[in-house]
């Protein structure tokens, strides 16, 4: 699975439209963690094709978190888009298109908000907080660890499809590199 940060500006673009353009680093991170989960476990492919890392607040998408506090290359490509409103509300100050999110993806991030619009930030959190793959791999307060694709598929039931999704990465790493285009 690849990251695409366009692809997750789009994802979060619908997350923050649903809920009038503003909400929280924290709700905005735990919808993209769940959505990418279920999404995993239907289709054996993840929405943003992003990482997750064991928090204190449960599951969070690395390269996500990252990018959103500013800490990537990719910053530059989200500040376009979603900015800082207050100490911990992010505002989608621009509509990107979302041509690169399939429609099952757009209905699977509303479907998810919808199912969590009636609970607090700190519930959707203790929510995920139930994953077997966050328990197992909880870190010490204030810390991160890398929760690994093994553990979430087995924590889904699909401990099988391990080799499937680590055979279909490959191949695909290995197109990339085929046709990537080398400067002259």
Same mark, same amino acid.
């Given at each position: 699975?690849?990251?695409?940060? /366009?692809?997750?500006?789009?994802?979060?673009?619908?997350?923050?439209?649903?809920? $009038?353009?503003?909400?929280?680093?924290?709700?905005? /991170?735990?919808?993209?963690?769940?959505?990418?989960?279920?999404?995993?476990?239907?289709?054996?492919?993840?929405?943003?094709?992003?990482?997750?890392?064991?928090?204190?607040? &449960?599951?969070?998408?690395?390269?996500?978190?990252?990018?959103?506090? &500013?800490?990537?290359?990719?910053?530059?490509?989200?500040?376009?888009?979603?900015?800082?409103? &207050?100490?911990?509300?992010?505002?989608?100050?621009?509509?990107?298109?979302?041509?690169?999110?399939?429609?099952?993806?757009?209905?699977?991030?509303?479907?998810?908000?919808?199912?969590?619009?009636?609970?607090?930030?700190?519930?959707?959190?203790?929510?995920?907080?139930?994953?077997?793959?966050?328990?197992?791999?909880?870190?010490? @307060? $204030?810390?991160?660890?890398?929760?690994?694709?093994?553990?979430?598929? $087995?924590?889904? &039931?699909?401990?099988?499809?391990?080799?499937?999704? @680590?055979?279909?990465?490959?191949?695909?790493?290995?197109?990339?590199?085929?046709?990537?285009?080398?400067?002259?």
């Amino acid at each position: 699975m690849k990251f695409d940060p /366009l692809k997750v500006v789009q994802a979060s673009a619908v997350v923050l439209r649903f809920h $009038g353009r503003r909400a929280s680093r924290l709700r905005l /991170l735990k919808i993209l963690a769940i959505a990418d989960r279920e999404a995993l476990a239907e289709t054996l492919e993840t929405i943003t094709g992003d990482h997750l890392v064991a928090m204190d607040h &449960g599951p969070v998408l690395s390269q996500t978190y990252d990018t959103l506090k &500013g800490e990537s290359v990719h910053s530059i490509l989200w500040n376009r888009y979603i900015e800082q409103a &207050g100490p911990q509300d992010l505002r989608l100050a621009f509509d990107p298109n979302v041509d690169l999110l399939s429609r099952y993806e757009i209905e699977k991030l509303e479907a998810i908000c919808d199912r969590f619009r009636l609970n607090n930030d700190y519930e959707l959190a203790e929510y995920t907080h139930t994953f077997p793959e966050w328990i197992k791999n909880c870190p010490p @307060k $204030g810390s991160s660890r890398p929760i690994p694709l093994d553990d979430v598929l $087995g924590a889904l &039931g699909m401990a099988d499809q391990a080799q499937i999704v @680590k055979e279909r990465d490959a191949q695909e790493a290995e197109l990339d590199r085929l046709f990537r285009t080398e400067p002259a």
